[in-house]
């Protein structure tokens, strides 16, 4: 894959955040407040920009629950975490050069506003090399100085996410994930990690280098890339979409549909009651009255009821 100029870091990197010792607990931030809901919605004409929240509808365990804010501005700017692998396994294949390929494409649609956090995972460890900043200079550098080395927890990192994105601006938010799923060192299993993402209202959009696709079958009937299907739940789980990459042409087509998914992200929101049960609430949005749309959402929040 060719290479492109890109990501970086104004400041110098901070110390390690070292994998959590037990499952992390959002409970406090998801019990007071509001629940946000990115909601992508598209048609057979591309992505459908004029809906208001009279236009969802917006359900928890199956009843409705109403609309209290809708964020829909194309130009509104987004909060986006990049975690990238630079574990010994990325040297492999040139997926790094192909990493700077795909975050360059990605800022090179980013509007003033956008801001982005850096993060990388290796031996162990996951860094917050770029702390969230408008300087896509900075990101860039930070970028340039990746080398791969060590062991992947891959798992761990992911754990991070939710604590990373907490300094966000802006209520359009995501986290890209980029690496080739190889996960060696984690104290967490893939089920821990994406329940604590799920819990914390953040899209995961994912960057699968050779990580084939998720339900590809071998002769036997197994699973033929092992790796696949569980970036492709911590996708769809948290809102986000999962990208097998395997050349260049494909790279740039999920990084324009990531972006676009993005920029045209409904946030929608409702608050929850100041106290009662935490439990996990299903939610599920639709278009009712409009035909053929596909609704892109998270799967549901830990929390408190809705208040009435």
């Known amino acids: 894959m060719a290479a492109g100029v890109l990501l970086a870091a104004a400041a110098p990197p901070t110390a390690?955040?070292?994998?959590?010792?037990?499952?992390?607990?959002?409970?406090?931030?998801?019990?007071v407040g509001w629940v946000l809901v990115p909601v992508v919605v598209r048609g057979r004409g591309g992505y459908v920009r004029d809906l208001e929240a009279g236009d969802f509808r917006l359900q928890v365990d199956g009843r409705p629950v109403k609309i209290r804010e809708l964020e829909r501005r194309s130009e509104a700017p987004w909060s986006i975490v990049v975690l990238q692998d630079v574990s010994g396994s990325m040297a492999e294949a040139d997926k790094l050069e192909a990493s700077r390929q795909a975050l360059g494409l990605f800022l090179d649609r980013a509007i003033p506003g956008d801001e982005l956090a850096v993060a990388s995972f290796a031996?162990?460890?996951?860094?917050?090399?770029?702390?969230?900043?408008?300087?896509?200079?900075?990101?860039r550098e930070a970028m340039d100085a990746w080398e791969a080395y060590g062991t992947t927890a891959l798992h761990d990192a992911i754990a991070r996410l939710p604590e990373i994105a907490s300094a966000a601006r802006h209520p359009k938010r995501a986290a890209l994930l980029i690496t080739d799923g190889v996960d060696n060192a984690s104290l967490l299993s893939a089920t821990q990690a994406r329940e604590v993402v799920r819990q914390a209202e953040l899209p995961v959009y994912v960057l699968g280098l050779s990580t084939?696709?998720?339900?590809?079958?071998?002769?036997?009937?197994?699973?033929?890339?092992?790796?696949?299907?569980?970036?492709?739940?911590?996708?769809?789980?948290?809102?986000?979409?999962?990208?097998?990459?395997?050349?260049?042409?494909?790279?740039?087509?999920?990084?324009?549909?990531i972006a676009d998914d993005l920029r045209y992200q409904y946030v929608l929101s409702f608050p929850t009651a100041p106290s009662g049960k935490m439990v996990f609430h299903r939610l599920t949005v639709d278009v009712p009255g409009r035909k053929n749309l596909r609704v892109l959402t998270r799967a549901g929040y830990d929390g408190t009821s809705p208040t009435p």
């Open 16 to 31: 390690p955040v070292p994998p959590p010792a037990k499952l992390p607990v959002f409970a406090e931030e998801v019990s």
């Open 123 to 139: 031996g162990g460890a996951t860094r917050v090399e770029v702390p969230f900043t408008e300087d896509l200079g900075a990101v």
């Open 212 to 257: 084939g696709d998720p339900f590809q079958l071998d002769p036997s009937g197994a699973k033929l890339f092992r790796y696949a299907d569980a970036l492709n739940l911590l996708a769809s789980l948290t809102g986000g979409r999962y990208h097998a990459i395997t050349g260049p042409d494909a790279m740039k087509e999920a990084c324009a549909a």
